[in-house]
């Protein structure tokens, strides 16, 4: 079983639409829980992470933790065809070695 | 604030041979950590610097090398390469101080590795 796992989509959404994209977990040490943008050949872009359980919203994109069903969201309202790209959870235990474990990453089409 | 820059940006490569791959950190960050990310897949811990020692390695074979240099960039060195190395590396640098500013992790472009 890997310790995150992530629906691999293809996602298709009209534009406008509100997307929900989620990530399960195995490992109840995680304490930072982060999403990343991917456009198409590019690096993984930061865009919200949050400590522990709880909601974080910045803009139209909110995250949420819920550590008893080690289950994290990200909703992004009023979805655009520029968020068009591959959506990465990743966690991390936030001891001495800070490193993340990665979903495998789900492919969100807007349709104009 | 200059971000995370990676050098090349693609390569090739045959079977065999050896490759080095450049990381400068972002300003202010002292942690880089390498990742490398085959297709379709998230990205995996190879592994991370801090203060120019390794600090912590994931689950790759030690023909996968690096090291950190005093300014805080960063190598990868991996030697006799394999069809399976053929992924995007990527490099992230973090803060030096505590709690989530050292473990949000930024990343470069990656380096697209190609191996004949």
Redesign the interface.
Known sequence: QKE?E?D?GPLSVPEGAIVSLNCTYSNSAF??F?W?RQYS??????LM?T?SSGNKEDGRFTAQVDKSSKYISLFIRDSQPSDSATY?C?M?Y?G??????????TLLAVQP | ETGVTQSPTHLIKTRGQQVTLRCSSQSGHNTVSWYQQALGQGPQFIFQYYREEENGRGNFPPRFSGLQFPNYSSELNVNALELDDSALYLCASSRPSGGASRATQYFGPGTRLTVL
């Open positions: 995150v992530q691999p304490q930072y982060m990343y050949r590019k690096g993984p872009e930061l992470y400590y990465l990743a991390n936030g001495a070695t800070n490193k993340l474990i990665f979903g495998t990453g």
